[in-house]
């Protein structure tokens, strides 16, 4: 999955994702403005409950082409003249594209531009000097109070299936076929660091084994000292999923459903749902705790997706006669909304807050 996905020629290296045209499928930030509006909210929310500190650091993990971090600007938070948004995307092609949509500043201007205070030797981040947004290839090198934010990105790390098998766990290999080199499946016992898996499930049953999360929530647990996560995917419980046999493993290509994960390595975005015991478990692990689980439709509406849907409606209602760009906006704004909300959609994505206070 690793190499498929991120590799030399893999399919994210190549500059594929998310997007309407020319893209692969589509996430929340695709739908139009409306999404980046509702998270620039939470940001303001979460600057508010750190006490409004200056700099406010924003990490976004898996930021693609930029468009949720261009939306959360052009929304102009309270925090703007505070904001530090770094984006944070493995792929350079994507990286590249994201100067089409941003200013991109150098990266250590995220924290910056610094001043030297009158008797102090340390330069200090100048107040007020905010909104700066810089881009990197990984997850800063820095300790810091502030907020992650990941928006389908935990599905994409690369992850292990296990599957019960006559009892007990074994994990599923990837091998070549005696004939021909096709890549075929094998199964092995599973190691015993992946033995956390439920064992009150059908025979047959396949779960993800999470080890790219482990990773990657480690990773910002070190990065972070006090702040926030806010983790935006799909995500059931472990019974739900193994009911489901393999059904929550899928391909995406050009917007279509794709084949075996195992055919043309590359071609293909791979991708899974998340387990919401294995998540919880792993927060835990490293040092978070979990504040809050919600749909994306429940915690859209808790930030104002529905008033900010109701000022589109009256905009296309009051200049529908006359067909104008304002008009067309707002009614473009009600088709965002009932997207970003539909129960069998976008809007049943779990919206996952871990919260990490400062030690003592």
């Known amino acids: 999955m690793e190499l498929a996905l991120y590799g030399e020629g893999g399919f994210f290296a190549t500059g594929h994702g998310a997007g309407r045209a020319g893209g692969d499928f589509v996430t929340s930030p695709e739908t139009g403005s409306l999404f980046g509006a509702c998270v620039a909210r939470a940001v303001d929310r979460f600057w508010v409950d750190l006490e409004r500190p200056d700099p406010m650091l924003v990490v976004e993990a898996g930021a693609g082409t930029g468009r949720l971090a261009r939306e959360v ?17 493995r792929s350079a092609e994507l990286r590249s594209r994201q100067r089409e949509l941003l200013e991109l500043e150098p990266v250590d201007e995220a924290l910056g531009p610094f001043a030297v205070r009158p ?15 810089a881009s990197l290839e990984e997850l800063p090198a820095l300790h810091f109070d502030g907020l992650v934010v990941a928006n389908e990105l935990l599905d994409n790390l690369p992850f292990g299936i296990a599957q019960l098998h006559e009892g007990r766990w074994h994990e599923v290999r990837v091998a070549t076929s005696t004939s021909g080199g096709e890549f075929t499946e094998l199964l092995v016992p599973t190691p015993e660091a992946d033995a956390d898996l439920p064992a009150d499930v059908p025979d047959g049953a396949r779960l993800p084994i999470p080890r790219g999360m482990r990773t990657w929530l480690g990773d910002c647990s070190e990065m972070l000292r006090r702040g926030f996560v806010v983790l935006i995917d799909y995500a059931e419980d472990a019974a739900a999923l193994a009911a489901r046999g393999d059904g929550w493993l899928r391909t995406y290509r050009a917007h279509e459903r794709g084949t075996d994960p195992l055919a043309d390595p590359g071609s293909q975005d791979i991708t899974g749902d998340i387990v919401l015991e294995q998540l919880e478990h792993v927060a835990h692990a490293c040092g978070f705790v ?17 008033d900010l849907v109701a000022g589109g409606r009256a905009r296309w209602d009051a200049g529908a006669h006359r067909g104008d760009l304002d008009a067309l906006a707002g009614r473009s704004r009600v088709t965002e909304g009932a997207a970003l909300t539909d129960p069998s959609g976008l809007g049943a994505h779990r919206v996952v807050v871990l919260a990490k206070r400062a030690p003592g």
């Open 73 to 89: 600007l052009r929304a102009e938070p309270e925090c703007a003249p505070a904001l530090r948004y770094v984006l944070v995307e």
């Open 119 to 133: 008797g102090e030797d340390v330069p200090v981040p100048a107040p007020g000097a905010g909104p700066v947004c």
């Open 290 to 306: 979990v504040q809050s689980v919600a749909t994306q439709a429940d915690w859209l509406r808790d930030l104002g997706i529905d």
